[in-house]
């Protein structure tokens, strides 16, 4: 068999964390590794001028150990007991059995050693009566104590002869590739660093811990290359087309492992899928969907049909509409971000809904709820005000690992990755605790989250909307007279009036967001991610407030039928007044309209009919509104 190439510092090629084992088995007896475990790792040719390999970490180590001179590796884990690795059925592996029997004595098939019995075997490994070099890989070792700070007698005594050993070990000397002393390795497999008790690694010199890293971009490049064998392509190199295709899938998959684009090429291939489409199962592998709703033929029809339906539901906001319908476009014709690098896994749209209350932002994110999905009620909504608190962030993504309701997941991620495809609308966000707009940063840049539970959320199909009353009020400033303690200034003072021109307010509006994410809360990287997709909600006119109010109150008059079968109908005289006193005061929006009605009309009406005896299909008339102070009494007829 041909004999792998040399490894560390002696030839370059292998993962940087083989390359550091390597070069340090002269000083290191025991090793940790955590991390990027279960992937499949990038491995020189067997031969000059070869293919690269792609390797899981077990086949990984032993090759890496095998040029230095190791006649075996020998393999624990708990489920499947002691292993010795290569098992092949040739002169190889024939020699790794010698020198594990010469080491260990005579093994059962598939032994399951007791701690104890283990220990034995580790001292045999890291002491060794003959010059056999071996390593011993312990898989699983996460999963060998309960927990590390709270250890069983057992366990406690396993643990403390290891820590002997990475001391006691002794350095076998043999002839051939690395013929000065190096150590027989015991190789611990954890998830986290921290799976094994703290003592045993602090202040050990003798241990040395190794994280393994996710693969970056030149990794995912070269395995796309080697990927492309799959749908033919032998020489990517030769091929403009299939070059930028691998490049592309190397770009899609950041953050997956190499053994999911593995599985992405297995996707694809059943899927009938090309090698210029696989950024499309890349998605599917993410999101675990197979129905694209954005790809949908109808939804370009749905959007452009709603360029007349929005603005009859959202009155009165015709900047902020057409802005909003030029985002959704924009989305679904996958062109969110086209101007970066990468652009592939940032949410479909993001919005920032400012401006003042009552104006039709939540209205909006229902509208395009509706044109997208079909339903508005899919829209899934976060009042940021429960989320002010330091820690509240965890009902986001769900608590940590040791903490009651790990288990549970966040509320954020557990309904993303039920459903990836929806708008999320974030209420009120300044209200939010500063360090919660962290996680929006990870969102927004890199289109995922990972949850407490350490599983990642994508959120490259779903539209996030932001809504916001920043800059109604700004703090005063410039106070030149000296206030009255009896009267002292007003901290705050009206930025924005009815009135104004749209440009003044939307002037004055960005102003204050940018100030409030640059100086108040110090993040004006999240402002960044924002960019221009503020929009910014004016005041209802007064010609607005009217269509707004005569849509209200043929809703009421509408479920008064519905309810009671009754004919409801307001004079002219008596509906100009109830006009009149509902859109007074055009700085509290759409709500204080519908406020208004309710109070001067809906509450009245109930008091009036709740004294009638009800007959169906009756027409009752208000042919006159009286109010004395805070009653209002109705005429009827």
Known sequence: MTESPTLGGRLPGWPPFIRELDATLSVHSQYVLSGNLYDSFLAPPLEAGGAARLLPLRDLLWESLRSSGFSCMIVYDPVDGLQVLPDTDDEVGDEAAKAAEQLLGKLKADEK????????????????????????????????????????????????????????????????????????????????????????????????????????????????????????????????????????????????????????????????????????????????????????????????????????????????????????????????GAQATRSGSRPRGVLFFAGPTGTGKTELAKAITELVFGDESAYLRFDMSEFSGEGSGDRLIGSPPGYVGHEAGGELTNAVREDP????????????????????????????????????????????????????????????????????????????????????VEGRIKGAVAEHFTEVLNRPELLNRFGDNIVVFNFISAAAAEKIFDLQFGNICKRVTEEHRLVLAVKGEALATLREWCTSELDKGGRGIGMALEAYFVNPLARALFDRDLVPDEKITVSGIHREGSIVSLDLQ
């Open 113 to 336: 050693p007791s701690l104890e019995g283990l220990t034995k075997h580790l001292a045999s490994v890291a002491r060794p009566e003959e010059n056999v070099r071996a390593a011993f890989v312990i898989d699983s070792a996460s999963r060998i104590a309960r927990t590390p700070t709270d250890l069983e007698p057992a366990e406690r005594d396993f643990f403390r002869i290891c820590t002997k050993l990475s001391r006691s070990a002794r350095p076998v000397r043999v002839v051939g590739a690395r013929p000065k002393p190096l150590y027989n390795p015991i190789v611990w497999l954890v998830e986290r660093p921290g799976d094994l008790p703290p003592w045993m690694t602090a202040d050990n010199e003798n241990i040395r811990e190794i994280t393994i890293p996710r693969p970056h971009l030149g990794d995912r490049q070269e395995t796309a290359r080697l990927l492309a064998r799959a749908f033919g392509v032998s020489d990517v190199g030769a091929d403009q087309a299939a070059a930028e295709a691998c490049d592309a899938f190397a770009e899609q998959a950041d953050g997956l492992t190499l053994q999911s684009m593995i599985e992405v090429t297995r996707l694809a291939k059943e899927r009938n899928v090309s090698l210029g489409d696989l950024p499309d199962a890349v998605r599917t592998y993410k999101l675990g969907v197979l129905d694209n709703p954005w790809s949908r033929g109808h939804l370009r029809r749905r959007v452009l049909e709603g360029e007349k339906r929005v603005p009859e539901r959202v009155i009165g906001q015709p900047q902020a509409v057409t802005k909003t319908l030029d985002i959704l476009k924009r989305a679904v014709l996958g062109l969110s």
């Open 421 to 504: 495809f929806r708008v999320i609308l974030f209420d009120e966000i300044e209200k939010a605790h500063p360090r919660i707009l962290d996680k929006f940063l990870q969102i927004l840049e890199d289109g995922r989250l990972t949850d407490g539970r350490g599983n990642t959320v994508h959120f490259s199909e779903s539209i996030l909307i932001f809504t916001s009353n920043l800059g109604m009020y700004t703090q005063a400033r410039d106070i030149t007279v000296r206030p009255d303690p009896a009267h002292p200034a007003p901290t705050r003072v009206q930025n924005i009036t009815p009135g104004m021109t749209y440009d003044e």
